[in-house]
């Protein structure tokens, strides 16, 4: 472990973000935009965003929740197959990529691909790859669970192929097959959360169960986090953060039918330089929380410096906002790091 007692990360950004609307927005929000630069913003609202009225009033529903921080939200179009090149040419500009969910596969997804045949989703896919707009996938197939993102490896592959100019980005991944797979072609990259850098299966559901940690995917064995936790030490070049961090209300995750979804917004850079710390990569750290994102999508975040005291932070129990409340990953415990107010 190293003497440190400080520490400073630039124009960090959250590659996969949730935000939701109304209150919760209002709430989740501010916890992301007082400590990071920018964040991509997941579209799986209800309705879904499809369309640039809906797209353009939650860019401004952001905006107002986000205050005055220095902050960029990326927002992305919910992907559907038939998008017309003059729709997606005239959207560009205000999407940073388009989100393809398998219909189904996860939280508010039920009108996504019904069908992940290359030729089905070929007159988007071909536009987009005309236009340049990057394709982020949720990677599963419908399969035994531990065995969904494995076997969605061919669909990624059968993409890239056919699109090489597109820029597709594998979220959240978590296993080593998906890390295996990045450097097999040039047009893949990948995002993955804190929690799959941290913790396995037996985290979740070893012991007693533990619905905080539930998310989709679902977390692996010891060997995938070793291969998912190498990559981002390393400052693997096509490997983003992206916290995926996924509010639900505490009803919603202390219940029989756990929604999933991991809350770290408020806790995932502390964590990180815990975690680069411990392993004495934090060199490395600010490649893996904002260049690498930057070059991938061609970013120029506002500037913003984050600086990091070795100091207790005790993590609330949970975070509230009118009727609307959250419980965060490592909720009631104690990290080493904490952000220095400004
Ligand atoms: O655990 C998850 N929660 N995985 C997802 O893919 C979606 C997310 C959510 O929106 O709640
Ligand atoms: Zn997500």
Redesign the pocket.
Known sequence: MSSLTTFEIHEPLDMHL?L?DGDMLKLVAPLTSETFSGALI?P?LVPPITTKEALLSYKQRIKDACKDDIFDAYVTLFFQSDYSYEFLEDIKDDIIAIKL?PAG?????ETGASSMDVEVLRPTLSSMSKLGIPLCI?G?TNGFVMDREKEFMPIYESIAKAFPELKIIM??ITTKDAIDLLDKYDNLHASVTLQHLLITLDDVAGGMLQPHL????IAKRPEDRSALLNAALKAHPKLMFGS?S???PKHKKECCGC????FTSPIALQVLVELFEKHNCLDNLNDFVSLTAQKVYELTPKKKTIKFIKKDFLVPAIYEYKNENVVPMYANETLAWSIEKS
């Open positions: 949730h939701r997941m799986n969910y596969i996860t939280t508010n997804s949720h599963e979220e959240h539930f998310c989709k995917p995926d996924a509010p639900h929604a999933a979804g991991v």
